[in-house]
């Protein structure tokens, strides 16, 4: 399962997606989704954010991951739709802790699901979930 999601992303162009993203909105998306891609801060996101638009409307399975600017670590926001229907925010830290832990980084992973995403590419790559702003 693994090495279809490790191909589908070298397929995108997507290997520096964290790993922790890519297997949480693949296990939500299915192995038969959509893989639009990863769009990095130096990417142009109309490709993949155009894929991830095109299969909501349509009803159907995808994800794709999109990195924004950190202060001190690796942000990243990521959607699926499941073959269920359900949608879902994904977001990813590559360090809690702001750099200051001693111990080393603390990344996270949060799923939410999101009865109303958006995804757009209008100005600039943008994941997000109106009902829940504080994510």
Not at 23 to 49: F, N, Q
Not at 113 to 132: F, N
Request: hydrophobic share 40%; charged share 20%; proline share 5%.
């Amino acid at each position: 399962m693994f090495a279809h999601l490790f191909l589908a992303l070298a397929a995108t162009g997507s290997l520096s997606t964290p790993k922790e993203l890519a297997e949480e909105l693949h296990r939500i998306a299915g192995s038969d989704a959509r893989a639009c891609g990863s769009v990095t801060l130096k990417d142009d996101p109309k490709v993949s954010m155009s894929c991830a638009e095109d299969a909501l409307k349509a009803g159907r399975p995808f994800w794709v991951a999109v990195q924004s600017q950190g202060v001190d670590s690796l942000l990243w926001s990521g959607a699926a739709r499941a073959i269920d229907g359900a949608t879902w925010l994904v977001r990813y830290d590559s360090d809690t802790s702001g750099g200051g832990s001693t111990t080393g980084p603390k990344p996270s992973t949060e799923s939410f699901l999101c009865k109303d995403l958006v995804i757009s590419a209008a100005k600039r790559a943008v994941i997000s979930c109106p009902s829940q702003p504080w994510r």
